[in-house]
């Protein structure tokens, strides 16, 4: 699919020890495309401090390269929670060079999977879904978009005296999780729980994210979720409810909380997917609109 790199184009690809996180995280502050998956940061917890990357010159582009060794062999990978990756540019002409980025990846690396970001274009190419809301507008203009689910679950919240809170406690709402959410969890091993709890950590110590509950009339938890907010967006990373909860329409409640607060401000709420129907009908709802990402696979993947 992909010859040899074009070498007017001066992409390095660069190992973990080689990379100047200062510049990188200049370059992705800059860009026209940051993520806040795509700082160091966050790269560093997500992958263990296991990542490359390729850089255009002296940082004006960059597309990190997650890395797993498995069995004496390297192969680029999607990391948990790290839903887009990718090309990253600081000018709308560097779009172009992804062909040439996509080449640029050492031979070393046998097996590569990498969901690319939304402004990345690959037409031919598998596709994955996430959800998103501008909250430019007002409150109401978002509210009138709700469809039939949502409006049905809003009424029913009406009758009800919930209410939410924030918490710090990365353990709490951890073990929220695990008791609430049970098997959908099964793909997350010991380390990657362990990851998981110093993210979330992070991102509460960087003021890059924020834990919020939906409690009943008596005050109990019913639901949580964990909302990334940083550099313009607000990612609806994790979430979950009790069965309770569930009858309560508490993530309804959450999320159109979370819309409300930051109505008629310059961010974009993310969804995060979802492939699944039913989740994503559950996202359309609340007048999401579907955006694709493209996804690059080489190798056996």
Not at 19 to 45: F, M, Q, T
Not at 228 to 245: C, E, K, N, Q
Not at 248 to 276: C, H, N, P, R, W
Request: hydrophobic content about 40%; overall charge positive; glycine content about 6%.
């Amino acid at each position: 699919m992909y010859g040899p790199p074009d070498r007017k184009a001066l992409i390095r690809y660069l190992s973990h020890s080689e990379i100047d996180k200062e510049r990188w995280d200049a370059c992705i502050a800059g860009s026209l495309n940051a993520l806040p998956y795509a700082y160091s940061h966050y790269l560093d917890v997500v992958t263990g401090n296991c990542w490359d990357a390729l850089v255009l010159d002296e940082y004006a582009a960059v597309f990190p390269l997650p890395v797993r060794k498995k069995w004496g062999f390297r192969a680029v990978f999607q990391p948990f929670f790290c839903q887009q990756l990718g090309l990253f540019v600081t000018d709308a002409a560097q779009y172009d060079l992804l062909p040439e980025f996509l080449r640029a990846i050492p031979k070393r690396f046998i097996r590569v999977y990498v969901q690319l970001n939304t402004r990345n274009s690959m037409p031919a190419a598998d596709h994955r879904v996430t959800y998103q809301i501008p909250l430019q507008r007002d409150y109401a203009s978002i509210a009138e978009q709700y469809g039939t689910i949502v409006r049905k679950n809003m009424k029913r919240i009406g009758n009800m005296e919930l209410t939410h809170e924030s918490s710090p406690d990365v353990p709490t709402f951890l073990r929220f999780l695990k008791e609430n959410l049970g098997d959908k969890l099964s793909d997350l091993g010991p380390k990657d729980m362990h990851m998981l709890q110093a993210l979330l950590q992070m991102l509460l110590e960087r003021k890059e994210g924020f834990i919020r509950y939906a409690l009943d009339e008596s005050g109990q938890r019913q639901g949580a979720v964990f909302l990334v907010h940083s550099h313009g967006m607000l990612i609806y990373l994790l979430a979950a409810h009790t069965p309770a909860g569930k009858k309560k329409s508490v993530m309804t409640y959450l999320i159109d909380s979370v819309l409300q607060e930051y109505a008629e401000k310059e961010k974009l709420f993310d969804f995060e997917g979802s492939m699944i129907p039913g989740i994503a009908r559950f996202y359309s709802n609340f007048g999401a609109r579907e955006v694709k990402f493209p996804v690059f696979r080489k190798g056996i993947v």
